[in-house]
């Protein structure tokens, strides 16, 4: 079956702008994870999706993040105002069983560039 | 707090050789750890689980407790090892992952 998806693959922005990025987890995950990757840094988590439950918001850095999953399915992680140090690789991850944290699939990643 | 340090950026060896990824944790609890590898053009994906203790591709790693490591090896490298490796650490919603180390197998 489809892995995860993310879109767009690429995204320009000009500083100021809001963006939306797009994910679709592997069907029947209920767990949806964010991370970005800034240059020459690890993964730092942003937000997590457990089926119904609110989502923890821990990773998110600042409240120009918000994140949200229709249905419990599809995501879509959005910056409003984007600065230059938001550029980096958004990557999407799922995970099929709740509490299966460590096992996740990973989407393409969407790599996000801020002028 | 969470911390995974790898503290290899680049690493090279030749076809043939050992090699040995380092990985280091800080976490009170009971550890959880895994090694993801991300070959190029491809995505992200787990390699293999401390729980497991398997061998996958011929890669193994141990956890060490008393000194808090958990380091990836294999004994005699491929070509097709080459790639970016990262180690992580189970959290209560999330993987922790160290900055990654790439490794470039030499012919």
């Known amino acids: 079956g489809a892995g995860v998806s993310q879109s767009p693959s690429n995204k320009v922005t000009e500083k100021g702008k809001d963006v939306e990025l797009r994910c679709d987890p592997i069907?029947?995950?209920?767990?949806l994870y964010w991370y970005r990757q800034s240059l020459g840094q690890g993964l730092e988590f942003l937000i997590y999706?457990?089926?119904?439950?609110?989502?923890?918001k821990s990773g998110l850095p600042s409240d120009r993040f918000s994140a949200e999953r229709t249905g419990g399915s599809v995501s879509t992680l959005t910056i409003q105002r984007t600065q230059q140090e938001d550029s980096a690789v958004y990557l999407c991850?799922?995970?099929?069983?709740?509490?299966?944290?460590?096992?996740?699939?990973f989407g393409p990643g969407t790599r996000l560039t801020v002028l | 707090a969470q911390r995974v340090t790898q503290p290899e950026k680049l690493l090279s060896v030749f076809k043939g050789a050992p090699v040995e990824l380092k990985c280091n944790y800080s976490?009170?609890?009971?550890?959880?750890l895994f090694w993801y590898v991300q070959y190029s053009r491809q995505r992200l994906q787990l390699l293999l689980r401390?729980?497991s203790r398997e061998s996958i591709k011929g890669f193994t790693a141990d956890l060490n407790k008393g000194e808090t490591s958990f380091h990836l090896k294999k004994p005699f490298a491929q070509e097709e090892d080459s790639a970016m490796y990262y180690c992580?650490?189970?959290?209560?919603?999330?993987?922790?992952f160290g900055t990654g180390t790439r490794l470039t197998v030499i012919p």
């Open positions: 401390h729980i």
């Open positions: 976490y009170s609890g009971s550890p959880e």
């Open positions: 999706f457990q089926g119904n439950s609110a989502p923890d």
């Open positions: 991850a799922s995970s099929s069983v709740a509490g299966e944290v460590g096992e996740q699939f």
């Open positions: 069907s029947g995950h209920t767990a």
């Open positions: 992580a650490l189970k959290g209560a919603n999330n993987l922790f």
